[in-house]
């Protein structure tokens, strides 16, 4: 377990809908980390929040958003769904002075 | 260009044998982490050892050694005596230096499926 939660486990949505996913870093870490699995473009990075502010952006949607909030937990918001978005959506925390990032177990999304 | 190349989509292996996982990688920044995550079937990573550019020694953790290569670009990940467990996948990630404070996004490889045999 490493300390990171995330909810929910899985998801099924239809074509144009919005969902929110959400994550809890380990007690203590201030960095946010969001990652996207999928089965094409493999593990790419999203968005990274620091202590509430957006520090870096990778390859995110403009459908998609999120933020981080004082008590350091994140959400992650996708709306008009698409097919393509289907996949394993991961958040990680680290503290701002170390090397390891520490994985949740994931939120499968499944759009139909 | 990519910035991390796993060259081995899939490996096969007899239990009680080492592997050797093959990762390359692409930087300019002088300073950089290299990092190895397993996610076996049920989904979740799970971190498995790290290097930085600057550490002079190859990093150990238990059975995991990382044979770090600095003129070579390569960063392999070491398995001794593997176990069925092992069966997962194999991601090697980079962490470039930080552009700014905080930002230590991960690049990862498309990963490398290790299958033990009994």
Known sequence: ?112 | AQKITQTQPGMFVQEKEAVTLDCTYDTSDPSYGLFWYKQPSSGEMIFLIYQGSYDQQNATEGRYSLNFQKARKSANLVISASQLGDSAMYFCAMREAQTNFGNEKLTFGTGTRLTIIP
């Open chain 1, 1 to 112: 377990d490493s300390g990171v939660t995330q909810t929910p486990k899985h998801l099924i949505t239809a074509t144009g809908q919005r969902v929110t996913l959400r994550c809890s870093p380990r007690s203590g870490d201030l960095s946010v980390y969001w990652y996207q699995q999928s089965l094409d473009q493999g593990l790419q990075f999203l968005i990274q929040y620091y202590n509430g502010e957006e520090r870096a952006k990778g390859n995110i949607l403009e459908r998609f958003s999120a933020q981080q909030f004082p008590d350091l937990h994140s959400e992650l918001n996708l709306s008009s769904l698409e097919l393509g978005d289907s996949a394993l959506y991961f958040c990680a925390s680290s503290p701002w002075t170390s090397d390891e990032q520490f994985f949740g177990p994931g939120t499968r999304l499944t759009v139909l």
